[in-house]
């Protein structure tokens, strides 16, 4: 079977699109997630995005990690699908999608920029006692359908993402399901760094759009920053997170969006790559 495909990038953070309106992928969304996903051997990407049929808004799409995982939202994601549902001929210029994480909205903002409606973050805790390589750190922590931790560090670009991501990904206080984790640091009342290992990729991504939402939120519920904040991903790119006035409002996550290319997939190549390991 050949698959068409659209290849799309949100500040960085890349992903594989298909339209799955037909579901002929149906029990076999796993298998093409790690295929698709892998760096080497299929086209590369931090998820794939499959955008199916609903009853309830004008598509559906579902989330999927390079481990093969569903999971219920990426934000940079989600801000790449108002231009593939434009490709695909559903009328704009707002476009109403259902998720995991509940109906987003999602809008083309400009020359190749986009934002999304995210759903509300919950679930903050200030103050969570971990550790990581034997010292003792405390982090915050927020829900936005997935899990984020955050790490305030003094130095961004000198942290070790990888290595104390992986820690403090299955760090115990955060259950047996682990989280997602960024290190970020405060660099104005309007403008946050971040970088970010996210769980299911396994290792750190060049931008984390709702790993972005959730900083800039417990950054606000410390008090550090207003209610606009622009977000410095490791891409070198630029998100903005418009934070609601209320902590159960819906944030809004904007930033660029680009398209690299598009393709036709082999499943069979694709089913042979998934059996052998996991995507890095």
Not at 30 to 47: I, L, P, T, W
Not at 188 to 193: C, I, K, S, T
Not at 235 to 249: C, F, K, N, Y
Not at 255 to 280: H, S
Request: with cysteine; charged share 25%; net charge negative.
């Amino acid at each position: 079977m050949k698959i068409p495909f659209v290849k799309m990038s949100g500040a960085g953070n890349d992903m594989i699109l298909v339209d799955h309106r037909a579901r002929f992928l149906a029990g076999k969304e796993n298998a093409f997630a790690r295929g698709a996903c892998d760096r080497r051997r299929g086209v590369g990407a931090d998820g794939v995005i499959l955008l199916e049929e609903s009853g309830e808004a004008d598509f559906h799409v579902r989330f999927f990690n390079p481990d093969g995982g569903e999971y219920g939202l990426c934000g940079n994601g989600a801000r790449c699908v108002p231009f593939f549902a434009a490709e695909l001929g559903f009328a704009g210029p707002v476009y109403r999608f259902s998720s995991a994480s509940g109906t987003l909205e999602g809008r083309v903002t400009g020359e190749g920029r986009a934002g999304v409606q995210l759903a509300p973050v919950g679930d903050v805790r200030l103050g969570i006692q971990a550790e990581v390589e034997g010292r003792p750190v405390v982090l915050d922590y927020g829900a936005i359908s997935d899990p984020h931790a955050v790490l305030w560090v003094d130095d961004v670009p000198g942290t070790p993402v990888d290595r104390w991501g992986a820690a403090l990904r299955r760090s115990p206080a955060f259950g047996p399901a682990g989280t997602n984790v960024s290190f970020a640091r405060v660099v104005a009342p309007d403008r946050l760094e971040i970088r970010t290992f996210e769980r299911g990729v396994e290792g750190e991504t060049l931008a984390c759009g709702s790993g972005s939402t959730v900083v800039a939120t417990l950054a606000r519920a410390r008090e550090q920053v207003e209610r606009v904040v622009r977000v410095a991903v490791r891409s070198g790119d630029e998100l903005t997170v418009h934070l609601p006035e209320h902590r159960d409002g819906i944030p809004v996550l904007e930033g660029p969006v680009t398209r690299p290319f598009q393709g036709v997939l082999d499943v069979g190549v694709l089913n042979d790559v998934a059996e052998r390991e996991p995507a890095r």
